[in-house]
């Protein structure tokens, strides 16, 4: 089976940053690749689709790059309210793994 | 609006079963494939299970293969979930979740925690 493997597994960062969070396929799974937002006590929600596509609602700071085995994922300027744990996903065919998550916080 | 609403979840003991059900609303259930996802406490996501959009096609995680069945019902816009000879390791939130680029519904979640 196809592993996720996201970096880093956590990251601070201060208000106004980029932040860039990285996931990495095992095998080749075109741009089959999704990421969500999951806040804490909250259920997670779908950001990016399609490796780069926004999810309607989705703030513009937030964009998706990649293709085959590796991904971005990344914010143009962290605000206070994108402190979560990010996850990608495969979605070519099952199994839909998730990669580790990335916990980000705010400094 | 799409509305999930996961029901069937508590404490159990190892070695019981469990039935979870997931009642969808607001779109073409029969449509769209469906996926069980769960997070145990504290940890990440998992994916569990699938099952194709007319029922015929699942899928399950190496994890849970042969201790779990998926199932739906069309005419009741229902997922089901099984779970039979439970583990301290299935305690966890349990998420259905709508596939169609990825998942872009997700239900509340239901809490199941084995434990003796």
């Known amino acids: 089976d196809i592993q996720m493997t996201q970096s880093p597994s956590s990251l601070s960062a201060s208000a106004g940053d980029r932040v860039t969070i990285t996931c990495r396929a095992s095998q080749d799974i075109g741009n089959y690749l999704a990421w969500y937002q999951q806040k804490p006590g909250k259920v997670p929600e779908l950001l990016i689709f399609a490796a780069s596509t926004l999810q309607t609602g989705v703030p513009s700071r937030f964009s998706g790059s990649g293709s085959g085995t590796d991904f971005t994922l990344t914010i143009a300027s962290l605000q206070p309210e994108d402190v979560a744990t990010y996850y990608c996903q495969k979605y070519d065919s099952a199994p839909y793994t998730f990669g580790q998550g990335t916990k980000l916080e705010i400094k | 609006e799409v509305h999930l609403l996961e029901s069937g979840g508590g404490v159990l003991q190892p070695g019981e079963s469990l039935r979870l059900s997931c009642v969808a609303s607001?779109?073409?259930?029969?449509?769209?494939?469906m996926s069980w996802v769960r997070q145990a406490p504290g940890k990440g996501l998992e994916w569990v299970a699938h099952?194709?959009?007319?029922?015929?096609?699942?899928y399950y995680a190496d994890s849970v293969k042969g201790r779990v069945s998926i199932s739906r019902n069309n005419f009741g816009d229902t997922l089901n979930f099984e779970i039979y000879s439970l583990r301290a390791e299935d305690t966890a939130t349990y998420y259905c979740?709508?596939?169609?680029?990825?998942?872009?519904?997700w239900g509340q979640g239901i809490p199941v925690i084995v434990s003796s």
């Open positions: 607001g779109f073409a259930f029969s449509n769209y494939a």
């Open positions: 099952i194709s959009s007319g029922g015929g096609s699942t």
């Open positions: 979740a709508v596939f169609s680029v990825g998942f872009d519904h």
